[in-house]
């Protein structure tokens, strides 16, 4: 079936570097993407979303960068700080009527002082 | 602003016990309402969703139900918990006019099972 899957499950960046998340999703029809972040303990938080129609959206120190063309999506961290250290999750959406969401397997980010 | 609100935060249950936890949202009306569930270190499993009252689909066999009593009120139900049914349960919502949005995810309910 269709999937959202993350290159690697861990990643450990110095403090202060810039961080790169990456995730793969096999649903070419997908039209919607959204980065969440889930400290422990806690349901995910919203960070930030990319339409298809898009291939690049920055935030606060957060861009989101899409491929179409190789189905891929990554989250660019700039200047981490400890607060980053959190489990990260990509999620596609391909039905706009009822919006639900498949969900990537996550990668811990952890951010070393 | 809008709020969603689950509850309790930890529960223990034994085997065979039932179930049911709450999950409401303030701030906005006819939410999209659904139901997670996480093993540990482990994605998000959709388990239903309702786009209005009385409205559940079910995404999964398993054996748990769910309810919309109300407009911004979901429950989540079993009648005889299994060893299987531990986990971190989310509870999140979407406006209803779709068209691509963000779920935003209460603190969920953490369940183990003895």
């Known amino acids: 079936g269709e999937s959202v899957g993350l290159h690697l499950p861990t990643l450990s960046v110095q403090e202060g570097d810039n961080s790169i998340i990456n995730c793969a999703y096999s649903n070419s029809a997908s039209d919607y993407f959204i980065w969440y972040k889930q400290e422990s303990g806690k349901g995910p938080q919203f960070i930030i979303d990319i339409r298809s129609n898009m291939d690049k959206r920055q935030g606060q120190r957060v861009t989101v960068l899409l491929n179409k063309t190789v189905k891929h999506l990554s989250l660019q961290i700039a200047a981490t700080q400890p607060g980053d250290s959190a489990v990260y999750f990509c999620?596609?959406?391909?039905?706009?009527?009822?919006?639900?969401?498949?969900f990537g397997t996550g990668t811990r980010l952890t951010i070393i002082p | 602003s809008q709020t969603i609100h689950q509850w309790p935060a930890t529960l223990v249950q034994p085997v065979g016990s039932p179930l049911s936890l709450e999950c409401t949202v303030e701030g906005t009306s006819n939410p999209n309402l659904y139901w997670y569930r996480q093993a540990a270190g482990r994605g998000l499993q959709l388990l239903f969703y309702s786009v209005g009252i009385g409205q559940i689909s079910s995404e999964v066999p398993q054996n748990l139900s769910a309810s919309r009593p109300q407009d911004r009120q979901f429950i989540l139900s079993s009648k005889k918990l299994l060893l299987s049914d531990s986990g971190f349960y989310l509870c999140?919502?979407?406006?209803?006019w779709g068209g691509g949005q963000p779920q935003h995810f209460g603190d969920g309910t953490r369940l183990s099972i003895l």
């Open positions: 999140a919502w979407t406006p209803p």
């Open positions: 999620a596609e959406n391909n039905n706009f009527g009822n919006e639900k969401l498949t």
